[in-house]
């Protein structure tokens, strides 16, 4: 069911659930001070219990009692927010935030998304949002409140506000010591590096720091197959500038080779093959510079959740 900004502050005020547009992919948002409420995303998503989520505030002021600052985060807050930039800090003693929605760990990651109607939607909460991305666990994020609408059944209510503009999760860094990037997303690393001085930024996304970069995410139900250079009658086609011939199906990421529209189309055109007669999805190779980390990384999770299957 779709609904309006008001009738979604009544369901976050009785702790459920309500889908959310954000400029990276929908959430699934409910009261991040509340058990009950961040117990319910949890149980929705059927998402494993250790693995935390992002809360989400309409100003930066609005986190102080929940974290502890650094002069890296307060850096890149300025310079980046709001937009699609996650922060990962030391909870504060004095935080009110659900251990339920941080898994129990030390630390918080937050966030100051821009979509205006999310944005507006926070000002009027009395409370953070938490907010995972709005799929069932495990499978493909949602760029339109219709994928919203279709991998719940039209259980959960949304609030429709387009398509989202980035089409990719936030990108996630750990500000807690030296900076470094737990998930690639849609802010580039070097616009980061640009922000903090420095060359380049470490990756690290072992389990247990970033307990949700699982190495099998994001995927469709039916198999991927990576880097195809022919495809087979019987697959469905991701294509990447002039596609491949004698696909049973083609969604092309972009026809011009433009990663910013590779990344705004990558799950909704993954959502199409997966809804089409194919058997298999076939992708084509793409650059893995800029934005196209961040879509590897989707790729390749997306693909391993097949790895042990025919
Ligand atoms: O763009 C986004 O970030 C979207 C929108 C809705 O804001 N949200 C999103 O949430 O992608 P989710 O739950 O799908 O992914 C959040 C990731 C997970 O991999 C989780 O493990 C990680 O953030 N995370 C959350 N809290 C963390 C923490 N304290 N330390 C390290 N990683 C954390
Ligand atoms: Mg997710």
């Not at 310079?79 to 760990?105: C, K």
């Not at 219709?146 to 059944?153: E, P």
């Not at 089409?167 to 807690?176: A, F, M, Q, Y």
């Not at 060359?199 to 720091?209: D, K």
Request: charged share 20%; aromatic share 6%; net charge negative.
């Amino acid at each position: 069911m779709r609904i309006d900004l008001n009738q979604a502050l009544e369901v976050l005020d009785q702790s459920d659930v309500v889908a959310v547009p954000t400029e990276t992919v929908y959430g699934l948002a409910s009261n991040g001070y509340a058990d009950r409420a961040v117990e319910r995303i949890y149980r929705v998503k059927g998402r494993p219990i250790h693995n935390p989520l992002i809360m989400h505030y309409c100003h930066p002021d609005a986190a102080e009692d929940d974290v502890i600052w650094t002069p890296a985060a307060k850096a890149l807050a300025q310079a980046f927010w709001p937009g699609p930039l996650t922060l990962v800090l030391a909870r504060h003693p004095q935080s009110r935030i659900s251990m339920l929605a941080t898994a129990g760990l030390a630390s918080v990651a937050i966030r100051v998304p821009a979509h205006p109607v999310f944005a507006e939607l926070l000002k009027r909460c009395p409370y953070p949002l938490a907010a995972p991305s709005a799929n069932p666990s495990g499978r493909l994020s949602p760029t339109h409140a219709d994928h919203v609408l279709a991998f719940f059944k039209g259980t959960i209510p949304v609030i429709d506000g387009g398509p989202c503009q980035y089409g990719i999760e936030s990108t996630i860094v750990d500000c807690r010591q030296f900076p470094r990037i737990l998930r690639p997303g849609a802010l580039l690393d070097e616009d980061i590096c640009a922000v903090l001085g420095i060359q380049a930024l470490e990756y690290f996304s072992e389990e247990g720091v970033a307990p949700g970069a699982l190495k099998a995410h994001y995927a469709p139900t039916k198999p991927l197959r990576l880097n195809a250079v022919t495809v087979g009658p019987d697959e469905g086609l991701l294509a990447w500038g002039q596609p491949l011939p004698g696909a049973m199906v083609t969604v092309s990421l972009s026809p011009t080779g433009d990663l910013r529209e590779a990344a705004q189309t990558l799950f909704q055109g993954l959502y199409e093959l997966d809804c089409s007669p194919c058997r298999q999805i076939a992708v084509m190779p793409l650059p893995n510079q800029g934005l196209g980390q961040a879509i590897h990384d989707r790729l390749q999770r997306a693909a391993a959740a097949f790895e042990n299957s025919d």
